[in-house]
């Protein structure tokens, strides 16, 4: 009988409803959604507003019996449940993750692929084990080039699947997360077991990790070598996408708002992957009239910093902001990035309309 | 005594308000305001909604009194009352006005000067009589190269003046138009009389005209030389802006609209400058699937041809809509337009992002 009164256990359906409420849809499926554009404007992104990108439907893996398989080029294969992947050392690191596709929509021409503005992007506390910890119980032969993992998503050669340079999957940063923000992996996120590759663009951190394999030889898989390569079409040989590029965004005042005269605090947060921000500039309306704005954190290698400019004088009428970040290898944003065949990578000074009075 | 009831006589201030009420503004002072989104997408652009682009504080020239010097290398000076004028052939024409900085916030670095999103453009039916019924009159010299039309805005060598060729000036279309949309000129755009370039980019159309000099050597004042250009910094003589380059845009579904699943009718316009639009294409998400869309009017050479897509399936997500146009030339909208150092004639293909269900 059906009664219309709500059973204490919530359905997997309203789960889901409950998860997917605080994002900006881009696909209903699969699943693909960005970061509301206020919620970024908070240091760390909730999960429920955390953006979501996923290149097949979500696998729906038990933490109870879901195994990871270890082998390829190691001396001791073995699989590994997630009882045990968490009696391991734990680590938590806040790292920010952008989708190598955010920002796509301002290139021109408008490349394929999702439609991603700039809600691809999130910050959040991460908690898991090294990979470096898990491939040394394993003893990874010593003519290892590359760890490739491979999630439960996708099938045949569309499985979801990258490598890592080794020195890049020994880094004591990249783990094997099990937690986001002190609650462990929802379904979108990758649970019972994602990797984190802090530093590189999300593509890296391969969700519902299922296997884990030393190769002798770079992979070559459809996310490795077909997808996820800056093409410029230029004649020359596409290079893999890897670290996120120094980028700034501005999260207040908001595109469009209307701001009071005088004084107007511009705010937002910087970032490049591996590298700290030193420097973040904001320009008042047009041209090269860029002004330095006040770093609010201690920048760190793997996370933005929120930084905030003092418009000490907005006069009435419409006016433009622009924010550009510099990293401490004297990288900075630029005005207009490398357009590429399927468009990663954009990390060019974006400008904000905003009126006075 | 203040009663606080209305006046039969509305204030100038009143009158102001009220001609301001249906724009968004720019800059209040001198005065610089946008056609809202929504009245673009009306065939003709009421008056209250037209954008306004003014150097200069507006002068104030009463229609009784006013008159234009006519002069230079003629062998007949006179000066000209607006009751006599407006006895001369009286033509109507559609024509549509774009500035030439519309869509500058989109050019990247951006340029210094207003802040014009896309809306600096507008379509209206003006009235007045051919500059060369004016110039006839007066017999120009057969040694004039160009015609310099003065405004009363504007003081010193910052006084707004534009010159057109000889050839322009004398065609019959390019007007000393008194009426726009079956009234007289409102102060804000050019009353009592302002001169009408149709097919070129707003600057030219000079507005409040108060002296028409034919010129033996080509004009070089500030509105000439010094703005109005495109400076591409590339070594190579700036262009001076003239025609109205090729471009289109879509005015349904908005940026950022919810429409329903299934089919969805994008709308828009296309215009260039002294040609007929021949083909407008539009593309549904990234990516090189340009498909035609249909003119529902008769191109014209001066006022922009409105056109219609069936998006057939729209399926549930964000999606983005583009379109472009070609001329009778065989001009097409690039996807970028090349940059110039004051932010001149952007016709690039704009992005419009839409979410479906």
């Known amino acids: 009988m059906e009664t219309g009164i709500d059973t204490a256990e919530p359905s997997r359906e309203d789960r889901r409803d409950e998860e997917r409420a605080g994002l900006v849809v881009v696909k209903p499926m699969p699943f693909n959604a960005e970061t509301p554009q206020q919620a970024l404007a908070r240091p760390q992104t909730p999960t429920a507003s955390f953006y979501v990108r996923s290149n097949h439907p979500e696998p729906e893996l038990p933490a109870a019996t879901h195994r990871i398989a270890v082998g390829g080029a190691v001396e001791s294969p073995f699989t590994l449940g997630m009882a045990e992947l968490s009696r391991g050392t734990l680590r938590s690191l806040v790292v920010t993750l952008e989708c190598a596709g955010n920002g796509r929509t301002t290139m021109a021409p408008l490349p394929e692929g999702e439609p991603w503005t700039q809600g691809a992007l999130g910050t959040a506390v991460w908690k898991g084990v090294p990979l470096a910890e898990v491939l040394e119980r394993a003893r990874v032969r010593s003519d290892t080039v590359e760890i490739l ?11 979801f699947a990258r490598s890592l340079p080794l020195s890049k999957a020994l880094h004591p940063d990249t783990l094997l997360a099990l937690e986001m923000n002190g609650a462990p992996l929802t379904r979108a996120h990758g649970a019972p077991v994602r990797l984190l590759v802090p530093g590189w663009y999300g ?11 030393a190769l002798t030889r770079p992979f070559e898989g459809h996310y490795q070598k077909e997808k996820y390569i800056y093409d410029e079409v230029n004649g020359r040989a596409p290079e893999p996408v890897t670290r996120m590029r120094v980028k700034s965004l501005i999260t207040s005042p908001e595109e469009g708002a209307r701001v009071a005269p005088g004084r107007v605090v511009v705010q937002g947060m910087a970032w490049s992957g591996e590298r700290r921000v030193v420097q973040v500039e904001v320009a008042v309306d047009g041209g090269e009239s860029w002004k330095p704005a006040t770093l609010l954190e201690t920048p760190r290698p793997s996370a933005w910093v929120r930084w905030a400019f003092t418009w000490e004088d907005a006069v009435a009428g419409r006016h433009t ?3 550009r970040a510099t990293d401490e290898a004297g990288e900075t944003q630029p005005e207009a990035a490398p357009w590429n065949r399927l468009g990663y990578g954009n990390n060019a000074v974006q400008v904000r309309v905003v009126n006075v009075g």
């Open 203 to 213: 593509m890296a951190s391969v969700k519902w990790v299922n296997r884990i394999e």
């Open 321 to 323: 902001l622009r924010a």
């Open 149 to 159: 993992v491979e999630g439960a998503d996708g099938q045949g050669s569309k499985r």
